[in-house]
Nanobody
Framework: QVQLVESGGGLVQAGGSLKLSCAAS????????MGWYRQAPGKQRELVAT????????NYADSVKGRFTISRDNAENTVALQMNGLKPEDTAVYYC??????????????WGQGTQVTVSS
């Protein structure tokens, strides 16, 4: 039984900042890559940022490069997304994603429930 829970979403004015956090809990052997995705109404879910298991490699969507930073804390089983210089087009539900290896060595992808980020103009 594994759960991913996001927090930190909210309402912010354009140019402002928010920090999202996602915590994994339950029984598992390890967490592999983690990432953040977002989905705006009427649009497809899109990748925002990913980070490898040791945090040594990150990947960002072109639209957020230079503004967002992804990081992880393996001691806490968390991944964070620092969002600076927010724009109205960043408005979406943000979802945490993680590849998790079970106690029985089965790899599965998990999703959080999502947290709303709204950027006003």
């Amino acid at each position: 039984q594994v759960q991913l829970v996001e927090s930190g979403g909210g309402l912010v004015q354009a140019g402002g900042s928010l920090k999202l956090s996602c915590a994994a809990s339950g029984s598992f052997r390890s967490i592999n890559a983690m990432g953040w995705y977002r989905q705006a109404p009427g649009k497809q879910r899109e990748l925002v940022a990913t980070v490898t298991s040791r945090g040594g490699s990150t990947n960002y969507a072109d639209s957020v490069k230079g503004r967002f930073t992804i990081s992880r804390d393996n001691a806490e089983n968390t991944v964070a997304l620092q969002m600076n210089g927010l724009k109205p087009e960043d408005t979406a539900v943000y979802y945490c994603n993680a590849g998790i290896l079970s106690v029985d060595y089965i790899s599965k992808t998990y999703w959080g429930q999502g947290t709303q980020v709204t950027v006003s103009s």
